[in-house]
């Protein structure tokens, strides 16, 4: 059990990322983009390397012109919303995190795109916790468990399949988003 007294806030709070709705790409190098300038050291390469890997973003990065070290222009204007948000995971789990927050990280994605991210999540389930904000019930279909709020207050909790059968509004929201 873990006794919030004893609980370095500082310690802690380096331990979540945070993912938005709109990654942040800046005009510099991949491999600074992931890492937020880090010295290119052995250690700080193998990292950025497992990053960018688990964020299945690693063959994009290989087919450019310069990999790791090309420059990618203003905003990411060259690459795709798929692959800015795959950018901004990569930069989370570089940190070495425990915990990955993810606001509404899919919702500008297409449906296509949006299937791809929701692979990669899955992927990483099990390695962190991952706590997905989300309209879209595409993005939570997998999730263990399942926050349901209503007017800010907590009205259901459980996995996907116990909501559809415990919680009228929940059925409501799959049926209005035609999802089986």
């Known amino acids: 059990e873990l006794d919030s ?27 600074n983009n ?34 790791k070290e090309t420059e990618l222009g203003n905003e990411g204007v060259n ?13 989370e789990l570089y940190k070495e995190i425990d915990i990955l927050i993810m606001d509404e990280a899919t919702s500008a994605l297409d449906s296509e795109t949006e299937q791809s991210i929701q692979e990669n999540i899955d992927n990483l389930k099990g390695n962190y916790t991952i706590i997905l904000v989300a309209h879209r019930l595409s993005t939570v279909k997998n999730a263990d468990k399942i926050v349901l709020l209503d007017k800010g207050e907590i009205s259901h909790f459980g996995a996907f399949h116990e909501l559809k059968e415990r ?14």
């Open 167 to 180: 919680s009228e509004t929940f059925r409501r929201m799959v049926a209005l988003q035609e999802f089986n």
């Open 79 to 91: 690459m795709s919303g798929g692959q800015k948000q795959r950018i901004s995971i990569a930069r």
């Open 34 to 67: 992931v890492t937020f300038w880090s010295e290119p050291t052995p250690e700080n390469v193998t990292r950025f390397e497992k990053a960018i890997s688990e964020a299945a973003i690693s063959d994009y990065i290989n087919t450019l012109p310069e990999g």
């Open 5 to 31: 007294q004893r609980l370095n806030l500082s310690t802690f709070q380096k331990r979540i990322g945070y993912i938005t709705q709109e990654p942040v790409i800046f005009t510099d190098t991949v491999f």
